[in-house]
T-cell receptor, first 110, second 113 residues
Framework: QKEVEQDPGPLSVPEGAIVSLNCTYS??????FMWYRQYSRKGPELLMY????GNKEDGRFTAQVDKSSKYISLFIRDSQPSDSATYLC??????????FGRGTSLIVHP | EAGVTQFPSHSVIEKGQTVTLRCDPI?????LYWYRRVMGKEIKFLLH????????ESGMPNNRFLAERTGGTYSTLKVQPAELEDSGVYFC???????????FGPGTRLTVL
């Protein structure tokens, strides 16, 4: 079993939809949770960085962590075609080195 | 402020040849990381520099890979001799603090034929 599981998609939604992206993990030592966005031929860009359980909101993006279920989510409200990218979850415990998911490809069509 | 830059963006070499990848971190970032993503797999950690010192090289696959960071500025990752399984995208990232968010470069796509 992989430490971090993430459905690669693709996930295709119409413009304006609410998008839900998810990851599950098995290592209970993970405390820090990150979401990266990666456009084609670019490097990952840090979107959200959260610690422990709870929600964190930044504009149209909300990150949610449920440590009891070992499940994290990223919600995108009012999705735009410019949100089309691959979204990677990453997480770490005491080590500063993150463990990444495979990434979910998101396509927002006009 | 310039981001993390990597050179070349794409390299195609034959098995047995040598390739050197370069990473220029964000100015002032002491922490520099190398990662690799093999097609269809997750991004995997290779090693971490703090200034010019190797802090953690537990992810380096074997001794055909050599990373350096002379003077604590840019870093190079040399693969010698390259094998087919070395193909992938090599990312560099930097951070100001070890616990802070890491800023990634665009990656170098390495193809070994």
């Amino acid at each position: 079993q992989k430490e971090v599981e993430q459905d690669p998609g693709p996930l295709s939604v119409p413009e304006g939809a609410i998008v839900s992206l998810n990851c599950t993990y098995s290592n209970s030592a993970f405390q820090y949770f990150m979401w990266y966005r990666q456009y084609s031929r670019k490097g990952p860009e840090l979107l959200m960085y959260t610690y422990s359980s709870g929600n964190k909101e930044d504009g149209r993006f909300t990150a949610q962590v449920d440590k009891s279920s070992k499940y994290i989510s990223l919600f995108i409200r009012d999705s735009q075609p410019s949100d089309s990218a691959t979204y990677l979850c990453a997480m770490r415990g005491g080590s500063y080195i993150p463990t990444f998911g495979r990434g979910t490809s998101l396509i927002v069509h006009p | 402020e310039a981001g993390v830059t990597q050179f070349p963006s794409h390299s195609v070499i034959e098995k047995g040849q040598t390739v050197t990848l370069r990473c220029d971190p964000i100015s002032g970032h002491d922490n520099l990381y190398w990662y690799r993503r093999v097609m269809g797999k997750e991004i995997k950690f290779l090693l971490h520099f703090v200034k010019e010192s190797k802090q953690d090289e537990s992810g380096m696959p074997n001794n055909r890979f050599l990373a350096e960071r002379t003077g604590g500025t840019y870093s190079t990752l040399k693969v010698q001799p390259a094998e087919l399984e070395d193909s992938g995208v090599y990312f560099c990232a930097s951070s100001g603090h070890r616990d802070g968010g890491q800023f990634f470069g665009p990656g170098t796509r390495l193809t070994v034929l």
